[in-house]
């Protein structure tokens, strides 16, 4: 550090991002260097900046664009804008959720289903076919309609 200020890489590495990513963040305008050396071009940054790259790097976490981050950071969203934008993150993560929470109880009943199944002790021994029957039965199809649609193919 020079003069209390951090060069491009030593803010990158504390950070864990790469200089590409800095460069890519300076040019879209949301995090500029204080300081860009004339002789040998390279890019300095002051102690509050760490903070601004924290921000953005937490914004970026929560799944906002780097274009939403500028307008975060620069002040361009107001209030209820701000609000908004970020109700739809949160309404987004919740859904991510949701969906996760249903492939989690999907596969607990896979494995209630295998744990209990006296098949399941002899599935390296069945023919393709069988497995395949097994395994149907086993898990979790998502969609109701590809359920009948897959029972009514089986049953052809």
Do not use: H
Not at 17 to 28: F, G, P, T
Not at 35 to 42: E, I, L, Q, S, T
Not at 126 to 154: F, G, H, N, P, Y
């Amino acid at each position: 550090m020079k003069d209390n200020l951090m060069l491009i890489g030593e803010i990158a590495d504390f950070f864990g991002v790469s200089r590409k990513a800095m460069r890519l963040y300076e040019k879209k305008g949301i995090i500029k260097p204080v300081k860009v050396d004339d002789a040998n071009g390279y890019r300095y940054y002051s102690a509050d900046q760490v903070y601004q790259l924290n921000a953005l790097l937490e914004l970026k976490a929560l799944g906002f664009s780097l274009d939403e981050i500028k307008m975060i950071m620069d002040g361009k969203a107001t209030k209820a804008p701000l609000l908004e934008m970020l109700e739809k993150k949160r309404q987004a993560w919740q859904e991510a959720m949701d969906a996760a929470k249903y492939k989690e109880e999907c596969l607990d009943n896979i494995i209630n289903n295998l744990r209990s199944s006296g098949e399941a002790e002899k599935i390296a021994e069945m023919t393709e076919d069988e497995r395949a029957w097994l395994l149907v039965k086993m898990v979790c199809i998502e969609d109701v309609r590809a359920q009948k649609d897959l029972s009514e193919a089986l049953w052809l």
